[in-house]
């Protein structure tokens, strides 16, 4: 009867939740007013934000992310490189020894620029963090309008990469490092592409 209506009433409201506040008496809504409806306290009345890195990405996320990049993209490019190899250097005219001739030179070619790839990408993530991390921009004189730590970090890459070679070759190979960041400056400059928005090494 009236009864089990009323508590049947009673039973909805509580499994309603708290009622919806009214937002039609004014054109900006009161965040305190509409916060326990969602279940959120109003204890304070500045808003939480997010932390965010300023710097973006972490030098391992970003070591591992490079790394990986480089090493796919050198091992196409190598194995492109050995399939025109093995085609063309083929002993023989027949399929087995052909086929046989193109896999070993994809392989070799491949695998050793990827392996290189690999390898600067690392050295250079981790140059460039270290760069990064000691806040080198701010000992540079004056306000300068691009970042000098992949500068940095590709002489020191070339450098590292070259070490056993003598001091002579690990400076041309830090001066060759040097010239590529150099060179993909100058090209974004050109076509109006903001530097590092690519997000991949100095690109």
Not at 32 to 57: E, F
Not at 66 to 73: D, E, P
Not at 109 to 134: H, I, K, W
Request: charged residues 15%; contains cysteine; glycine residues 16%.
């Amino acid at each position: 009867g009236i009864l089990e209506n009323e508590m049947s009433r009673l039973d909805d409201e509580q499994d309603a939740g708290p009622p919806l506040p009214n937002l039609s008496g004014g054109q900006y809504i009161n965040l305190g007013t509409v916060a326990p409806s969602y279940g959120i306290s109003n204890k304070n009345s500045q808003p939480d934000y997010l932390d965010y890195d300023h710097k973006g990405r972490g030098v391992v996320v970003t070591m591992f992310a490079n790394t990986g990049a480089s090493y796919l993209a050198a091992t196409a490019f190598g194995g492109v490189y050995g399939l025109k190899q093995g085609l063309s250097n083929t002993p023989s005219s027949r399929f087995k020894v052909k086929l046989n001739s193109v896999l070993n030179n994809c392989g070799r070619y491949g695998s050793r620029a990827g392996n290189t790839a690999g390898s600067l990408a690392v050295l250079y993530s981790l140059y460039e963090g270290a760069a990064d991390g000691l806040d080198i921009d701010s000992y540079m004189p004056g306000n300068l309008a691009v970042s000098v730590s992949p500068f940095i970090a590709s002489f020191c890459t070339g450098a590292t990469f070259k070490a056993t070679a003598g001091p002579r070759v690990a400076a041309l190979a830090g001066t060759i490092g040097l010239g590529c960041v150099g060179v993909t400056y100058i090209g974004y400059g050109l076509l109006g592409i903001p530097y590092g928005s690519r997000g991949f090494l100095f690109f």
